[in-house]
């Protein structure tokens, strides 16, 4: 009888750390991803970096670019609109009950509950971990968002926004480098500028095309998930 109720707590755990509410933020610090070290997760490989050119690392211990390294986070790691009501896109997490470990490369459904964006769908990818996030919380990776406690933008690019909030308006993400406005407009069209809305959340199986971005497929009892090419 112990042994049956320890099972139904762990297994308790584990849908709530799956599923639930939450809120979001936004930002786009340039930094390398938490899950791009190794030994994070239970993945096949981490999160890839970039370096400042754009170009793809090898070194999953390539210094960040946050701490003087060549490590920056990639450009195609922005948001885009599948259709109208569903979006792709990468985020830092922290989920209550769960762990790095756990989340790191895993792929969440957010369904938006307030705001512009109200009763749309995007599907985020864990590639960070947000040390300064609350309970449930998405921090959505949006060039232009602001950087928060860290700023690598500088280092990968020379210049940047400022450090909360971001960008104020769609016609400022002009400003920003070529290669990640069309993330930054993604904010203002698709998502209708919503301001940190909340949403529900539940686990879902990795999209290929948020995988092939990201490089990190993630181990499951059955192999490798998210139809990630080797080629």
């Given at each position: 009888?112990?042994?049956?109720?320890?099972?139904?707590?762990?297994?308790?755990s584990?849908?709530?750390a799956q599923?639930?509410?939450?809120k979001?933020?936004r930002y786009?610090?340039?930094?390398?991803p938490?899950?791009?070290?190794?030994?994070?997760?239970?993945v096949?490989?981490?999160?890839?970096s970039?370096?400042?050119g754009g170009?793809k690392?090898?070194?999953?211990?390539?210094a960040?670019?946050?701490?003087?390294g060549?490590?920056?986070?990639?450009?195609?790691?922005?948001p885009?609109?599948?259709?109208?009501?569903?979006?792709y896109?990468?985020?830092?997490v922290?989920?209550?009950?769960s762990?790095?470990?756990?989340?790191?490369?895993?792929?969440?459904?957010?369904?938006?509950?307030?705001?512009?964006?109200a009763?749309?769908r995007?599907?985020?990818?864990a590639?960070?971990?947000?040390?300064?996030l609350?309970e449930n919380?998405?921090d959505?990776?949006?060039?232009g968002?602001?950087?928060?406690?860290?700023n690598?933008c500088?280092?990968?690019?020379?210049?940047w926004?400022g450090?909360?909030?971001g960008?104020?308006?769609?016609s400022?993400?002009?400003?920003l480098?070529?290669?990640?406005r069309?993330?930054?407009?993604w904010?203002?069209?698709?998502f209708?500028?919503?301001?940190?809305?909340?949403?529900?959340f539940?686990?879902?199986t990795?999209?290929?095309?948020?995988?092939?971005?990201?490089?990190?497929?993630?181990?499951?009892?059955?192999?490798?998930?998210?139809?990630?090419?080797?080629?």
């Amino acid at each position: 009888m112990f042994f049956q109720l320890v099972l139904a707590s762990i297994s308790l755990s584990i849908v709530h750390a799956q599923s639930g509410s939450g809120k979001t933020t936004r930002y786009w610090d340039c930094c390398k991803p938490s899950c791009g070290w190794s030994g994070k997760a239970d993945v096949l490989q981490p999160v890839q970096s970039c370096d400042a050119g754009g170009g793809k690392l090898t070194d999953p211990n390539a210094a960040s670019g946050c701490d003087g390294g060549s490590a920056f986070t990639c450009v195609d790691n922005q948001p885009w609109a599948v259709d109208d009501s569903l979006a792709y896109g990468f985020a830092a997490v922290h989920i209550t009950g769960s762990t790095e470990s756990a989340w790191c490369c895993e792929c969440y459904e957010l369904t938006f509950t307030n705001g512009p964006a109200a009763g749309k769908r995007m599907v985020v990818q864990a590639t960070n971990t947000g040390g300064d996030l609350g309970e449930n919380h998405f921090d959505l990776l949006i060039p232009g968002g602001g950087v928060g406690l860290f700023n690598g933008c500088p280092a990968q690019f020379g210049s940047w926004n400022g450090q909360y909030g971001g960008v104020g308006s769609r016609s400022e993400c002009d400003g920003l480098p070529d290669g990640v406005r069309d993330g930054c407009y993604w904010r203002f069209d698709w998502f209708g500028n919503s301001d940190n809305p909340t949403m529900e959340f539940k686990k879902t199986t990795c999209p290929a095309e948020l995988v092939q971005k990201s490089g990190c497929p993630v181990q499951t009892l059955y192999g490798q998930c998210g139809g990630y090419s080797w080629g």
